[in-house]
């Protein structure tokens, strides 16, 4: 099993930045990636940006592309995402991922087996 806790959301005005942490723990070798994905009300979750663990190698969102960056300290088991000139659209619950995919898409919530219990974020205009 591994264990992901998410921290860092918060309420901002547009144009803000927050950075969430997710700390892995337990067998955390069992993942390759870990990444982030929001969900809004009434709308899918939706990958925002992954990281390779080993290699560092990311993917990220259009829609975030530019403004977001994700990040990892393997010494610290953790996964950061910076989000800077946020938007009322980037509201949503942030829930932090970790998996091994094999299918080629790296933002399909299904490829990830391990889930945090999620983190808010609220940006106001």
Known sequence: QVQLAESGGG????GGSLRLSCVASGHTYRSDCMGWFRQAPGKEREGVAVIHIRYGFTSVATSVKGRFTISRDNAKNTVYLQMNSLKPEDTAMY???AGA???GDYFLP???PYWGQ???VTVSS
Request: aromatic share 12%; hydrophobic share 25%.
């Open 11 to 14: 309420s901002v005005q547009a």
């Open 118 to 120: 999620g983190t808010q």
């Open 95 to 97: 829930y932090c991922a």
């Open 101 to 103: 995919p094999r299918g």
């Open 110 to 112: 299904a490829e990830y």
